[in-house]
Protein backbone atom coordinates (compact mmCIF):
# COMPACT_ATOMS: atom_id res chain seq x y z
CA UNK A 1 0.00 0.00 0.00
CA UNK A 2 1.60 3.31 -1.23
CA UNK A 3 2.02 5.91 0.90
CA UNK A 4 -0.50 8.87 0.75
CA UNK A 5 0.64 12.25 -1.04
CA UNK A 6 -0.27 14.92 0.32
CA UNK A 7 -3.16 17.00 -1.66
CA UNK A 8 -1.60 20.03 -3.74
CA UNK A 9 -2.66 23.23 -2.14
CA UNK A 10 -5.82 24.60 -3.52
CA UNK A 11 -5.27 27.30 -6.38
CA UNK A 12 -5.50 31.22 -4.69
CA UNK A 13 -8.52 32.65 -6.64
CA UNK A 14 -7.91 35.20 -9.11
CA UNK A 15 -8.31 38.50 -7.97
CA UNK A 16 -11.60 40.44 -9.30
CA UNK A 17 -10.88 42.69 -11.81
CA UNK A 18 -11.26 46.21 -10.44
CA UNK A 19 -14.75 48.09 -11.54
CA UNK A 20 -14.43 50.26 -14.38
CA UNK A 21 -12.88 49.84 -17.65
CA UNK A 22 -9.82 47.95 -18.39
CA UNK A 23 -7.54 50.65 -18.57
CA UNK A 24 -9.20 53.41 -16.64
CA UNK A 25 -6.88 55.67 -14.14
CA UNK A 26 -7.93 56.96 -11.16
CA UNK A 27 -9.50 60.27 -11.66
CA UNK A 28 -8.07 63.20 -9.45
CA UNK A 29 -10.94 64.33 -6.89
CA UNK A 30 -12.76 67.45 -7.88
CA UNK A 31 -13.26 68.96 -11.52
CA UNK A 32 -11.21 70.51 -13.29
CA UNK A 33 -13.19 74.17 -12.85
CA UNK A 34 -13.56 73.65 -9.70
CA UNK A 35 -9.70 73.35 -9.34
CA UNK A 36 -9.28 76.66 -11.53
CA UNK A 37 -11.66 78.37 -9.58
CA UNK A 38 -9.89 77.22 -5.99
CA UNK A 39 -6.59 78.18 -7.44
CA UNK A 40 -7.59 81.49 -8.47
CA UNK A 41 -9.40 82.54 -4.91
CA UNK A 42 -5.73 81.79 -3.22
CA UNK A 43 -4.09 83.63 -5.45
CA UNK A 44 -6.29 86.35 -4.92
CA UNK A 45 -6.01 85.57 -1.53
CA UNK A 46 -2.40 85.41 -0.84
CA UNK A 47 -2.16 88.92 -3.25
CA UNK A 48 -4.49 90.55 -0.45
CA UNK A 49 -2.38 89.08 2.50
CA UNK A 50 0.98 89.22 0.97
CA UNK A 51 0.80 93.38 -0.78
CA UNK A 52 0.89 95.24 2.38
CA UNK A 53 4.41 93.57 3.43
CA UNK A 54 5.56 94.09 -0.05
CA UNK A 55 4.81 97.93 -0.03
CA UNK A 56 6.55 98.03 3.44
CA UNK A 57 9.75 96.60 2.08
CA UNK A 58 9.31 98.78 -1.07
CA UNK A 59 8.78 101.71 0.69
CA UNK A 60 11.71 101.35 3.44
CA UNK A 61 14.39 101.62 0.54
CA UNK A 62 12.76 105.01 -0.99
CA UNK A 63 13.64 108.58 -0.08
CA UNK A 64 10.90 109.89 2.22
CA UNK A 65 9.46 111.96 -1.12
CA UNK A 66 8.95 108.82 -3.31
CA UNK A 67 7.07 106.50 -0.63
CA UNK A 68 3.40 107.63 -1.58
CA UNK A 69 4.44 108.41 -5.13
CA UNK A 70 1.28 107.54 -7.96
CA UNK A 71 1.27 105.25 -9.52
CA UNK A 72 3.61 103.28 -6.80
CA UNK A 73 6.59 101.64 -8.04
CA UNK A 74 7.15 98.85 -6.10
CA UNK A 75 10.95 98.61 -7.49
CA UNK A 76 12.76 101.86 -5.72
CA UNK A 77 14.73 103.73 -7.96
CA UNK A 78 16.91 104.98 -6.50
CA UNK A 79 17.08 102.65 -3.45
CA UNK A 80 18.55 103.98 -0.25
CA UNK A 81 19.22 103.14 3.03
CA UNK A 82 19.38 106.53 4.51
CA UNK A 83 15.81 105.42 6.67
CA UNK A 84 17.41 102.50 8.10
CA UNK A 85 20.45 104.76 9.17
CA UNK A 86 18.34 107.49 10.61
CA UNK A 87 15.99 105.02 12.44
CA UNK A 88 18.96 102.88 14.00
CA UNK A 89 21.02 105.85 14.54
CA UNK A 90 18.02 108.44 16.15
CA UNK A 91 15.78 106.12 17.70
CA UNK A 92 16.62 103.62 20.60
CA UNK A 93 15.29 100.80 18.02
CA UNK A 94 17.38 98.11 19.11
CA UNK A 95 16.43 97.95 22.81
CA UNK A 96 12.89 98.58 21.70
CA UNK A 97 13.69 95.19 19.73
CA UNK A 98 15.54 93.48 22.36
CA UNK A 99 12.60 94.49 25.11
CA UNK A 100 9.92 92.97 22.66
CA UNK A 101 11.77 89.74 21.40
CA UNK A 102 12.97 88.89 24.72
CA UNK A 103 9.65 89.05 26.75
CA UNK A 104 7.97 87.29 23.89
CA UNK A 105 10.28 84.90 24.32
CA UNK A 106 10.27 83.87 27.92
CA UNK A 107 6.52 84.14 27.84
CA UNK A 108 6.43 81.35 25.10
CA UNK A 109 8.31 79.13 27.22
CA UNK A 110 6.71 79.50 30.22
CA UNK A 111 3.18 79.45 28.62
CA UNK A 112 3.78 76.38 26.40
CA UNK A 113 4.88 74.27 29.94
CA UNK A 114 1.95 75.45 31.96
CA UNK A 115 -0.47 74.68 29.28
CA UNK A 116 0.91 71.47 29.03
CA UNK A 117 1.26 70.22 32.47
CA UNK A 118 -2.23 71.71 33.22
CA UNK A 119 -3.91 70.10 29.85
CA UNK A 120 -1.73 66.86 31.35
CA UNK A 121 -3.85 67.27 34.38
CA UNK A 122 -7.25 68.41 33.04
CA UNK A 123 -7.03 65.35 30.47
CA UNK A 124 -5.51 62.33 32.85
CA UNK A 125 -6.38 63.20 36.48
CA UNK A 126 -9.50 62.77 38.60
CA UNK A 127 -9.56 65.75 41.40
CA UNK A 128 -12.06 67.63 43.60
CA UNK A 129 -13.55 70.35 41.01
CA UNK A 130 -12.20 69.27 38.29
CA UNK A 131 -15.37 70.25 36.21
CA UNK A 132 -15.72 73.64 37.69
CA UNK A 133 -12.26 74.54 37.43
CA UNK A 134 -12.34 73.57 33.79
CA UNK A 135 -15.37 75.36 33.01
CA UNK A 136 -14.25 78.21 34.87
CA UNK A 137 -10.62 78.72 32.49
CA UNK A 138 -12.84 77.68 29.39
CA UNK A 139 -15.38 80.16 29.86
CA UNK A 140 -12.45 82.72 30.47
CA UNK A 141 -12.27 82.45 26.23
CA UNK A 142 -15.03 84.58 25.93
CA UNK A 143 -13.93 87.59 28.26
CA UNK A 144 -12.03 90.26 26.42
CA UNK A 145 -8.95 91.35 27.53
CA UNK A 146 -9.85 94.36 27.65
CA UNK A 147 -12.40 93.83 30.37
CA UNK A 148 -9.56 92.67 32.97
CA UNK A 149 -7.28 95.15 31.86
CA UNK A 150 -7.68 97.66 34.66
CA UNK A 151 -8.32 94.74 37.45
CA UNK A 152 -5.27 93.12 35.89
CA UNK A 153 -3.17 96.48 36.04
CA UNK A 154 -4.04 97.30 39.74
CA UNK A 155 -3.23 93.57 41.16
CA UNK A 156 -0.27 94.09 39.25
CA UNK A 157 1.15 97.26 41.24
CA UNK A 158 -0.64 96.39 44.49
CA UNK A 159 1.94 93.25 44.53
CA UNK A 160 4.78 95.40 43.83
CA UNK A 161 5.23 93.52 40.65
CA UNK A 162 5.26 96.09 38.30
CA UNK A 163 8.78 95.99 36.77
CA UNK A 164 8.23 95.46 32.88
CA UNK A 165 10.45 92.58 32.46
CA UNK A 166 7.92 90.80 34.72
CA UNK A 167 4.68 92.35 34.29
CA UNK A 168 4.67 92.31 30.38
CA UNK A 169 5.08 88.38 30.76
CA UNK A 170 2.37 87.96 33.18
CA UNK A 171 -0.74 88.00 30.98
CA UNK A 172 0.37 85.12 29.07
CA UNK A 173 1.87 82.64 31.24
CA UNK A 174 -1.30 80.35 31.15
CA UNK A 175 -3.92 81.26 28.15
CA UNK A 176 -6.87 79.21 28.28
CA UNK A 177 -6.51 78.66 24.76
CA UNK A 178 -3.27 76.74 25.29
CA UNK A 179 -4.15 74.57 28.01
CA UNK A 180 -7.79 73.60 26.57
CA UNK A 181 -5.39 72.71 23.22
CA UNK A 182 -2.99 70.83 25.35
CA UNK A 183 -6.01 68.85 26.89
CA UNK A 184 -7.87 67.67 23.78
CA UNK A 185 -4.39 66.46 22.18
CA UNK A 186 -3.23 64.26 25.02
CA UNK A 187 -7.28 63.05 25.41
CA UNK A 188 -6.84 61.99 21.75
CA UNK A 189 -3.30 61.05 21.41
CA UNK A 190 -1.48 59.86 24.34
CA UNK A 191 -3.13 56.35 25.99
CA UNK A 192 -3.67 55.89 29.23
CA UNK A 193 -1.88 52.16 28.66
CA UNK A 194 1.41 54.04 28.02
CA UNK A 195 0.86 56.44 31.75
CA UNK A 196 0.40 52.48 33.65
CA UNK A 197 3.57 51.18 31.88
CA UNK A 198 5.41 54.05 33.22
CA UNK A 199 3.85 54.15 36.67
CA UNK A 200 4.84 50.22 36.76
CA UNK A 201 8.66 50.70 35.68
CA UNK A 202 8.47 53.07 38.72
CA UNK A 203 8.33 56.74 36.95
CA UNK A 204 6.74 59.66 38.86
CA UNK A 205 3.98 61.42 37.85
CA UNK A 206 6.25 64.66 37.17
CA UNK A 207 8.67 62.22 35.48
CA UNK A 208 5.79 60.24 33.50
CA UNK A 209 5.13 64.13 32.35
CA UNK A 210 8.66 65.20 31.24
CA UNK A 211 9.73 61.93 29.62
CA UNK A 212 6.91 60.46 28.14
CA UNK A 213 4.25 62.81 27.70
CA UNK A 214 6.26 66.22 26.71
CA UNK A 215 8.18 64.33 23.40
CA UNK A 216 4.30 63.20 22.33
CA UNK A 217 3.51 67.30 22.28
CA UNK A 218 5.67 68.10 20.21
CA UNK A 219 3.08 68.64 16.94
CA UNK A 220 0.91 71.18 19.57
CA UNK A 221 3.83 72.46 21.42
CA UNK A 222 4.99 73.80 18.21
CA UNK A 223 1.36 75.36 17.02
CA UNK A 224 1.07 76.60 20.32
CA UNK A 225 4.37 78.14 20.42
CA UNK A 226 4.06 80.13 17.21
CA UNK A 227 0.69 81.47 18.59
CA UNK A 228 1.72 82.57 21.92
CA UNK A 229 4.95 84.18 20.31
CA UNK A 230 2.26 86.52 17.96
CA UNK A 231 0.27 87.46 21.22
CA UNK A 232 3.01 88.59 23.40
CA UNK A 233 5.18 89.91 20.68
CA UNK A 234 2.25 91.98 18.87
CA UNK A 235 0.82 93.14 22.20
CA UNK A 236 0.12 96.46 22.19
CA UNK A 237 -2.93 97.57 25.10
CA UNK A 238 -0.87 95.93 28.26
CA UNK A 239 2.12 97.67 27.27
CA UNK A 240 0.66 101.11 26.84
CA UNK A 241 -0.76 100.93 29.94
CA UNK A 242 2.25 99.73 31.79
CA UNK A 243 4.91 101.39 30.86
CA UNK A 244 5.60 105.29 30.85
CA UNK A 245 9.53 104.67 30.18
CA UNK A 246 9.89 105.42 26.32
CA UNK A 247 12.95 103.86 26.29
CA UNK A 248 11.63 100.57 27.85
CA UNK A 249 8.91 101.17 25.69
CA UNK A 250 8.13 97.16 22.90
CA UNK A 251 8.44 97.57 19.23
CA UNK A 252 4.65 98.08 18.51
CA UNK A 253 4.53 101.23 20.85
CA UNK A 254 8.21 102.42 19.82
CA UNK A 255 6.81 102.30 15.94
CA UNK A 256 2.83 104.27 17.25
CA UNK A 257 5.27 106.84 18.85
CA UNK A 258 6.79 106.88 15.21
CA UNK A 259 3.65 106.76 13.49
CA UNK A 260 1.84 109.68 15.91
CA UNK A 261 4.89 112.05 15.31
CA UNK A 262 3.53 115.45 13.81
CA UNK A 263 5.13 114.91 10.66
CA UNK A 264 4.51 111.25 9.97
CA UNK A 265 7.83 109.60 10.29
CA UNK A 266 6.96 107.27 7.13
CA UNK A 267 10.07 107.20 6.01
CA UNK A 268 11.34 105.69 10.11
CA UNK A 269 7.55 103.49 10.35
CA UNK A 270 8.48 101.27 6.82
CA UNK A 271 11.86 100.11 8.03
CA UNK A 272 11.19 99.69 11.59
CA UNK A 273 8.20 97.46 10.73
CA UNK A 274 10.36 95.29 7.73
CA UNK A 275 12.55 94.55 10.78
CA UNK A 276 9.96 93.77 13.30
CA UNK A 277 9.03 91.44 11.13
CA UNK A 278 12.05 89.35 11.79
CA UNK A 279 11.38 87.44 14.40
CA UNK A 280 7.88 86.32 13.46
CA UNK A 281 9.32 84.99 9.92
CA UNK A 282 12.30 83.23 11.92
CA UNK A 283 9.79 81.52 14.17
CA UNK A 284 7.25 80.81 11.38
CA UNK A 285 9.95 78.82 9.63
CA UNK A 286 11.87 77.20 12.60
CA UNK A 287 8.43 76.05 13.99
CA UNK A 288 6.31 75.27 10.68
CA UNK A 289 6.95 71.48 10.91
CA UNK A 290 5.58 71.32 14.03
CA UNK A 291 2.13 73.77 13.56
CA UNK A 292 1.43 72.06 10.52
CA UNK A 293 1.10 69.11 12.37
CA UNK A 294 -0.25 70.59 15.17
CA UNK A 295 -3.02 71.91 13.08
CA UNK A 296 -3.35 68.74 11.03
CA UNK A 297 -4.02 66.66 14.54
CA UNK A 298 -7.51 67.51 14.79
CA UNK A 299 -8.51 66.64 11.41
CA UNK A 300 -6.92 63.46 10.95
CA UNK A 301 -8.36 62.48 14.62
CA UNK A 302 -11.36 63.59 13.78
Known amino acids: ????????PAAAPA????????????????????RVALYLTLSVLLLVFIAPMVWAVSGSFKPRGDIFEYPPNLIPSPATLENYGNLLSGQPFWRWFAIS???????????????????????????????????????????????????????VVKSGLS?????????????????????????????DEILEAARIDGASEFGIFLRVVLPLLRPPLGALAVWQFLQSYNSFLWPLVLISDTESYTLPLGLNI????????????????????VPTILVFLLLRKQLLEGLSTGAVKG
Open 1 to 8: MSAATPAP
Open 15 to 34: ARPAPGRKGDRPRRRGSLPG
Open 101 to 155: VTTALLATAVAVFVCALAGFAFAKYRFAGKRVLFSVMFSSLSVPFAVILVPLFVL
Open 163 to 191: NPWFALIVPWVAPAFGIFMMQQYIIQSIP
Open 258 to 277: LFRAENRSFDLVLPGAVLAS
